[in-house]
């Protein structure tokens, strides 16, 4: 059944719309928010979802909105933010490379950035803001390290997903000897900060991501078209007049801020950019990179499992990389095996 349509503006545009794309980026931003609205009134002082919405808009008593307003919504804002930012970075690099397996967990940029925040860590017992810092240097020094590395009169997939699976390999030992070498009390907070976490998120993290994504995630959707031009092969691309090393660099520039960002603000919770593009390109049955449904997907994906690390061990709570990294290794078993069955691994 089709499902693409034509939409003419007033001025004699004609912009073509999937609908089942279009669909499944509305159902998915309404899970998001239900989940958002469920997770702000969990905890140990329950609220019901109505009361949740009232105090959002203005109408709570002065308990309900500072519990609302100052201790759950920037937790989680943070988390819709991180699992858009890494959503969205996952399904620009599985484009790039062309491969379901060349996700910034795969590529070692999480590693990366857990690199930067250990050192600050272990090195100089810096502060959060230092170690957010760190963590936002790491990741964008193994980008441009991979990028580097990969890069032979153009990159390509698979080249780029294997320099970043050796980079990851390297950095990891790098992030295991610094765990060597710090103290007791730094070393657990490395470990806590390393399993990827919400617990104790701000507005302090709130507005720089969202400052970023306001300007990256436009800058991403007007680049869109080139992308999908350029999965027919760099040659076509060119025909079709995509510039495709400007486009590339800039969208793995982006890519790697998304990434970089959001593990700076919540650590390097696993697998949610690997998983969202996928998941996503199952629901839209759409080809090409279906960057703003896997934007929402990663947003749903994360507050979901937040809630899942809160509510669903009985008196156990858990950080949510727990939770992510469980689910995400288990698909990532399940791709490894669908892929080797089409014979493209």
Same mark, same amino acid.
């Given at each position: 059944?089709? @499902?693409?349509?034509?939409v003419r503006t $007033?001025?004699?545009l004609s912009?073509?719309?999937? #609908?089942r794309? =279009? ?5 998915l931003?309404?899970a998001?928010?239900? *989940?958002?609205?469920?997770l702000?009134? +969990?905890g140990?002082f $329950?609220?019901?979802?109505?009361d949740?919405?009232?105090t ?9 909105e500072?519990?609302v +307003?100052e201790?759950?919504?920037p937790r989680?804002l943070?988390?819709? =933010?991180?699992?858009?930012s890494?959503g969205? &970075?996952g399904?620009?690099f ?5 491969? $379901? ?6 590529? !070692?940029? /999480?590693?990366?950035?857990?690199a930067?925040?250990? @050192?600050v860590?272990?090195?100089?017992? /810096?502060?959060a803001?230092?170690?957010t ?10 980008g441009a390290?991979?990028y580097?590395l ?8 698979y080249?780029? #997903?294997l320099v !970043?699976?050796g980079?990851?390999a ?8 610094l765990?060597?070498?710090a103290d007791?009390?730094?070393?657990t907070?490395?470990v806590?900060?390393? @399993?990827?976490?919400l ?5 302090s ?13 436009p800058?991403v959707? *007007?680049? *869109?078209?080139g992308?999908?031009?350029?999965e ?6 060119y025909?079709? &007049?995509v ?10 520039? *982006?890519? #790697?801020?998304l990434?970089a960002a959001a @593990? ?14 996928? =998941?996503?390109?199952?629901? +839209?049955?759409? $080809? ?5 449904p ?15 690390s809160?509510r ?10 727990v939770?992510? &990294? #469980?689910?995400g290794?288990?698909?990532l078993l399940w791709l490894?095996?669908?892929?080797r ?5």
């Open positions: 059944m089709r @499902t693409n349509r034509a $007033p001025g004699g912009v073509r719309v999937d #609908v794309a =279009l669909a499944v980026v509305v159902l931003l309404l998001a928010l239900a *989940a958002s609205v469920v702000i009134g +969990t140990d $329950p609220i019901p979802a109505a949740v919405l009232k959002l808009f203005g109408e709570g008593d002065a308990g309900q500072f519990i +307003t201790l759950r919504l989680v943070v988390g819709l =933010l991180v699992g858009a890494l969205l &970075g399904a620009l599985q484009a790039i490379s062309r491969n $379901p397996l060349g996700s910034p967990d795969v590529l !070692g940029l /999480g590693q990366g950035a857990t930067g925040a250990l @050192t860590i272990v090195l100089m017992s /810096g502060s803001t230092e170690v810092v760190g963590a936002l240097v790491g990741g964008l020094a193994t390290g991979i580097l990969a890069w032979k009169q153009g990159v390509h997939g080249r780029l #997903v !970043g699976i980079v990851s390297i950095v990891t030992a790098v992030n295991g000897y765990l060597t070498k007791l009390v730094d070393a907070r490395a806590v900060w390393m @399993t990827g976490s617990n104790g998120r701000d507005w993290q709130v507005w720089p991501l969202l400052a970023l994504c306001a300007v990256l995630v800058l959707l *007007a680049n *869109a078209r992308l999908r031009m350029m027919m092969g760099d040659d076509v691309s025909a079709l &007049g510039r495709v090393e400007r486009v590339r660099m800039l969208l793995m520039v *982006a890519a #790697v801020l990434t @593990t700076a603000a919540a650590g390097p919770v696993s697998f949610v950019a690997l998983t969202a593009p996928q =998941l996503a390109r199952r629901l +839209t049955r759409s $080809p090409g990179p279906n960057l703003l896997s934007l929402c997907m990663g947003a749903a994906l994360l507050v979901t499992a937040d809630w899942a809160q669903a061990f009985g008196a156990d709570q858990l950080p949510v990389g939770v992510t &990294g #469980v689910l290794g288990v698909y490894l095996v669908a892929e069955r089409a014979g493209r691994i």
